[in-house]
C-alpha cells in the first residue's frame, strides 16, 4: 500500500472478498467509499476499510441494498459529491467523475444542436435551389418566347422580288422575279407535322404539372432526328386528334411519342411530348421525364 492509500485489490484483501465485490460495493455506495485518488489504479482512503466490512456484514445478513444503504448512514459519514443521482449512476459505477460527466453532457447537448441547426440549414438550402430551379426554367422558356418573337418580326411579310429590265428592237421592258422557298425535305410517314409545328421547342409535364424544356431548346424538327438517330431505322408520323405520333424502334422495343402544340403558363407554344408508350403500353410522367433526360445527354 502507498501513502495508506487502498486500491480495490487492497480492500478485497482486507475484507476477504473479491474485486469485483469491492468495486460493486462502490457502484452501490459510492458516497459511503469516496475515492481519493483518481490515478490507475484507483485508490481510497483507509476509512473505507470499515465501511467495506460493514457492507459485507450486512450483505451476508440478508439486507437489501436499501436496507445497507440506511444502516450506513447511520454509522458512516456520506460524500455528498459523489452520491448518484438517478441519472448518472450508471456513468459513476464505471468509474467517471461528476465534473466529467456533467462535461459530457454539455459537450453533447452542443453537438445535438448543432446538428438541428445544421439539418434545419440543409432544407432551407434545398427549398432555396428548387425555387431557383423552377425560377431559370420559367425565365428560360420566356428567353424561348421572347427569341420566336423576334423571329415572326424580322421575318419579311412579303418574299423578295428581283426587277429585271430586258432590252429588246421595241424598247426596254422590265420583269419581277420573285425567289420561291425551297421545298421541303419529305418526311417519314404519311402525315408529317407541317413546318410550324416542327419549329416548336421541345417540352414536358411533370407530375407536378410544371412544363420543362429541353435543354437548348431544340425544336421538334430536331428532336426528332435525334431520336432517329437512335433508333433501328426511320421514324413514321401519323396525325392523332390535334396533335401527331412519331413511332420508331428504339432498343428494339417500339416506342410511339405523341406531341401536341400547346400554350406554357408564360404563354410560349411548345410542342409537348404528352404521351409515350412503350412497347403499346403507356408510362408514366416520372419515365418521360427520364426517357427526355437521356436524349437530352446524347444530343449534347
Not at 452520491?83 to 467517471?96: D, L, S
Not at 422575279?177 to 407535322?193: F, I, K, V
Not at 438517330?229 to 428504339?250: C, K, M, Y
Request: a neutral charge.
Amino acid at each position: 500500500m502507498s501513502q495508506d492509500l487502498l486500491t480495490h485489490a487492497d480492500l478485497a484483501q482486507a475484507v476477504g472478498v473479491s474485486v469485483t465485490s469491492i468495486k460493486s460495493y462502490r457502484s452501490k455506495f459510492p458516497g459511503f467509499i469516496p475515492v481519493a485518488s483518481w490515478t490507475k489504479p484507483l485508490r481510497f482512503a483507509p476509512e473505507a476499510l470499515p465501511v467495506c466490512r460493514r457492507i459485507r456484514e450486512l450483505f451476508t445478513q440478508g439486507q437489501s441494498v436499501a436496507q445497507v444503504r440506511r444502516e450506513l448512514a447511520s454509522e458512516f459519514p456520506e460524500n455528498e459529491q459523489e452520491r448518484p443521482c438517478e441519472e448518472a449512476g450508471a456513468a459513476f459505477a464505471a468509474g467517471i467523475s461528476q465534473e466529467n460527466f456533467q462535461e459530457f453532457f454539455k459537450t453533447a447537448g452542443k453537438m445535438m444542436q448543432g446538428m438541428a441547426a445544421l439539418a434545419t440549414a440543409q432544407a432551407r438550402a434545398e427549398q432555396r435551389l428548387s425555387r431557383l430551379e423552377r425560377a431559370l426554367e420559367a425565365n428560360a422558356l420566356a428567353l424561348s418566347e421572347l427569341t420566336h418573337a423576334l423571329q415572326g418580326q424580322a421575318r419579311p411579310s412579303e418574299r423578295p422580288r428581283k426587277v429585271v429590265a430586258v432590252r429588246g428592237a421595241q424598247g426596254t421592258s422590265t420583269y419581277t422575279l420573285e425567289d420561291r422557298p425551297a421545298p421541303e425535305a419529305a418526311a417519314s410517314g404519311d402525315a408529317a407535322p407541317p413546318a410550324e409545328f416542327l419549329g416548336l421547342p421541345v417540352a414536358i409535364v411533370t407530375e407536378r404539372g410544371e412544363y420543362l424544356g429541353v435543354h437548348g431548346r431544340p425544336p421538334l424538327a430536331t428532336f426528332a432526328q435525334a431520336l432517329e438517330a437512335q433508333a433501328s431505322g426511320p421514324g413514321s408520323w401519323a396525325r392523332e386528334g390535334e396533335g401527331f405520333a412519331l413511332s420508331l424502334i428504339l432498343g428494339g422495343a417500339p416506342h410511339t411519342l405523341r406531341f401536341e402544340a400547346r400554350d406554357t403558363p408564360s404563354g410560349l407554344r411548345v410542342a409537348l411530348l404528352a404521351g409515350l408508350d412503350l412497347d403499346r403500353k403507356a408510362v408514366t410522367p416520372a419515365f418521360i421525364q427520364e426517357f427526355v433526360r437521356k436524349m437530352r445527354e446524347k444530343m449534347t
